[in-house]
């Protein structure tokens, strides 16, 4: 570009005399030489010390990074944990390990995967095998839906290690007043009706993220069916829910938060962060969300943004049913981990990761960074109930939890998902779910785009 | 008054294409030419005419990065694929309005800059000019976002300060929106890229012989004829460059729409989509497919400019 605007020329005229023969051969060695001596650099491996394990992380508070260097000095010296931080968005982490292991990389030792990309890097045969006696070990207290969400064909991938699920987040003082018993399951006609009726907010996730995927999931499982209802060899013949009583039944729960008037006015581009902003605002009533709220708002009090009186107020509750005789299937999330397939060291990335996964650092992980532990056991530690009045509630709601759609074609389930709910006002009972089911079918079958 | 240009200097005729029979002087030139572009020339076919053509390879087939084995020609498939699919005319549309929106808005605006860069006393100049073309050098990812957190409902500023504008409040969300998205995508494009087309506008005005405009101020000609009938004119080189250049570069549209709305809403260009293909959906047949249609469709922008306009890239150079 710069050429286009430099008002500088040659004449034509003028010439350098020709190079002598020498100087271009000393040129042509100097240039091979730096180029030898750069490749030399890059081939290079360290020798000597342990052998060195890269841990692809999520960003977190820190609680990762502590573990491995806990791990690292349990170790005595049989292996080193480093750790490397992805990308913020669960679909870029997803990017980012994908290319890297398609291309074989052989430094991705253990990595941080967030649960419904499992079934996908399993069936590219990106991650190595669990050995059985790893996987009895690393199930025996943990919770179901992470050991679901760990498994793809019926064998064990992944390492349960923190698992995620969405609670009713409310303000004590607003339920009281529409006169709802929190202390029994409430449903979302009656949460929206509260809201209405005390003038406060009703917080969900409407943006055209991951997070829709979760909320129309959750309300279809919640009625009782399924996304996916069989997942086949041949993609284009996935057997699909969306035409389903139950995926009706879901998007007439969309329609009336939609509709309710009580969502605020940024609803289609509202996540998660957005919500708990307006959870902690005055009109605040209800929310559906993952329990780093509780965490946000200790730490908002602690550095004087947030006064005691808000999350004092706050209640939870198991997440609100679509059907009301029928128990809610809430969000299930998390990070489970896994050993790339091209690990020069599996057998110690294993060993590492059951360092990793055991009861004390799941504790310590939760307490300190708000992420939910997969170990049960960890449930019962006082401490944990200490910071977290909450946790009997998230082990009962774990224990309820449904994964999203397991497949290996995942992100274009979700994809087409976001796409045809987005934005959640125009969602309508009956039209939306077939029409997502039509867009997933076409989209499998390569014929059309996303 | 007509339009005054210079008359047309007599041409050099280039060393390096000689008519007729080789002097071997020409010949040595001609083989010095080669040895000092050669290098570059080698490296810009590795880095530019090797990954184009290795896409156009891929496009012809079904191929997916996590299923290799599975890996099958298709033809022309993916090409019917993406053209006869609503949302790929919907990404077109989308970014020919960006396109056009962006860069005529720009051309106005960075035609002011550049005069008020030339006429600026010389004392304050480079001030000025530092200050004009500071945007260009704000990444696009961060530019982006601070137009994204300025408008953004919980965080932004503008819903409280244009409050007073009609439509605007303090629960505007622009976001939510395909035309409200559309005109921040646009702003922030504007804001970021002005500044070049002003760069290559403040060449083209520097061009224009002084000799013309004192001789219109002679006969009479107010500011804005001599603006309309000599200046213009006379930079016409430059104003097509420059507009070409944005052109091609407004059409490839990625970072802003990817930080501001990820392609809710029908905001999707058709770069986005080539990544939606690619990187999120890991079809490599199709997601190359987009992209050779995305190359296409700039390469024909290139060649309506080039050819249709008439536009000469030795212009602004000072050849003509």
């Known amino acids: 570009m710069h050429d286009a605007v430099d008002s500088s020329r040659m004449p034509p005229d003028r010439r350098r005399p020709r190079r002598p023969r020498a100087r271009r051969a000393l040129a042509a060695g100097a240039a091979t030489a730096v180029l030898t001596s750069v490749l030399a650099a890059c081939g290079g491996g360290g020798d000597g010390g342990p052998p060195d394990l890269t841990w692809y992380i999520n960003p977190d508070s820190g609680g990762q990074a502590e573990i491995a260097s806990r791990c690292t000095d349990a170790a005595g010296g049989r292996y080193a944990i480093t750790v490397a931080q992805l990308p913020r968005e669960s679909s870029e982490q997803r990017q980012q390990l994908i290319r890297r292991l398609a291309a074989n990389d052989t430094s991705i030792d253990i990595m941080s995967l967030d649960p419904p990309y499992i079934p996908e890097f399993a069936q590219a045969g990106f991650l190595a095998d669990v050995p059985d006696e790893v996987e009895q070990r690393v199930t025996q207290d943990a919770v179901e839906s992470a050991i679901e969400g760990s498994t793809w064909n019926d064998e064990l991938v992944a390492v349960p290690f923190w698992a995620n699920t969405q609670l009713l987040w409310y303000r004590k003082s607003v339920a009281e007043q529409a006169g709802l018993d929190m202390t029994q399951p409430v449903t979302w006609e009656q949460i929206v009706q509260a809201a209405q009726d005390t003038g406060t907010t009703l917080g969900a996730q409407g943006i055209r993220a991951e997070a829709l995927t979760v909320w129309v999931n959750a309300l279809i499982e919640s009625a009782g069916g399924s996304i996916i209802e069989e997942a086949t060899e041949d993609p284009a013949d996935t057997v699909l829910g969306l035409e389903s009583e139950p995926a009706e039944r879901a998007a007439e729960v969309i329609a009336l938060v939609a509709d309710s008037g009580v969502t605020g006015p940024a609803f289609s581009t509202a996540g998660e962060d957005a919500n708990v902003v307006g959870f902690e605002s005055e009109d605040a009533g209800f929310m559906v969300n993952w329990p780093f709220v509780w965490g946000r708002a200790l730490s908002a009090v602690e550095g004087g943004t947030l006064d005691r009186s808000v999350p004092d107020d706050y209640g939870w509750a198991v997440y609100p049913r679509v059907v009301e005789d029928q128990p809610a299937a809430p969000p299930y999330g998390g990070i489970n981990l896994a050993v790339g397939a091209s690990s020069l060291h599996p057998d110690l990335a294993y060993e590492a990761i059951e360092c990793i996964t055991t009861t004390e650092n799941q504790a310590y992980y939760m307490t300190t960074n708000g992420n939910p532990a997969s170990d049960t056991a960890v449930y019962d530690d006082p401490e944990v109930l200490e910071v977290f009045p909450m946790a009997p509630v998230i082990l009962e709601s774990l224990e309820l939890a449904a994964s999203r759609p397991q497949t290996a074609y995942y992100s274009e389930v979700s994809g087409s998902i976001q796409r045809t709910y987005h934005p959640p006002s125009s969602v309508t009972p009956g039209a939306t779910g077939p029409e997502a089911a039509e867009l997933i079918r076409a989209v499998l079958a390569g014929e059309q785009l996303l | ?320």
Do not use: H
């Not at chain 2, 005319?89 to 962006?102: C, K, L, R, S």
């Not at chain 2, 500023?157 to 005109?183: C, E, I, K, Q, R």
């Not at chain 2, 080189?237 to 507009?243: D, F, G, L, R, S």
């Open chain 2, 1 to 320: 008054m007509s339009t005054t240009t210079l008359p047309p200097t007599e041409k050099t005729q280039p060393v390096s294409a000689p008519k007729g029979k080789i002097s071997d002087r020409s010949r040595a030139e001609r083989k010095l030419g080669w040895l000092l572009a050669g290098p570059a020339f080698l490296v810009m076919l590795s880095v530019t005419a090797y990954p184009i053509l290795q896409a156009v390879y891929d496009s012809l087939f079904s191929y997916r990065l996590t299923d290799p084995a599975n890996r099958s020609f298709t033809g022309l498939t993916n090409y019917w694929v993406i053209l006869t699919d609503q949302l790929w005319w919907t990404a077109i549309g989308v970014t020919v309005f960006i396109t056009v929106v962006t860069v005529a808005v720009e051309l106005v605006l960075g035609f002011g800059l550049a005069l008020v860069m030339t006429k600026a006393l010389s004392s304050i100049r480079p001030v000025i000019r530092a200050a004009i073309l500071i945007p260009y050098a704000v990444i696009t990812v961060v530019s982006a976002f601070a137009w994204q957190f300025a408008f953004d409902i919980n965080t932004g500023f503008v819903n409280s300060w244009f409050a007073w504008l009609p439509g605007v409040g303090a629960d505007t969300d622009w976001f939510g929106d395909t035309w409200t998205s559309l005109l921040v995508i646009c702003l922030a494009e504007i804001w970021k890229t002005t500044p070049f087309i002003s760069l290559l506008l403040l060449a083209g005005l520097a061009q224009v012989p002084e000799v013309l405009q004192e001789a219109a101020k002679v006969d009479g000609a107010s500011w804005w004829q001599r603006m309309w009938k000599v200046t213009i004119p006379n930079m016409k080189a430059a104003i097509m460059v420059a507009v070409l250049f944005r052109t091609l570069d407004a059409f490839r549209v990625f970072d802003t729409i990817f930080v501001m709305t990820a392609g809710a809403n029908n905001t999707e260009s058709v770069s986005f989509l080539a990544y939606r293909q690619t990187i999120a959906r890991l079809e490599i047949g199709l997601g190359s497919a987009v992209s050779v249609l995305l190359f296409l469709a700039v390469v024909l922008i290139a060649v309506v400019f080039i050819k249709g306009f008439k536009v000469d890239l030795a212009g602004t150079r000072g050849d003509s």
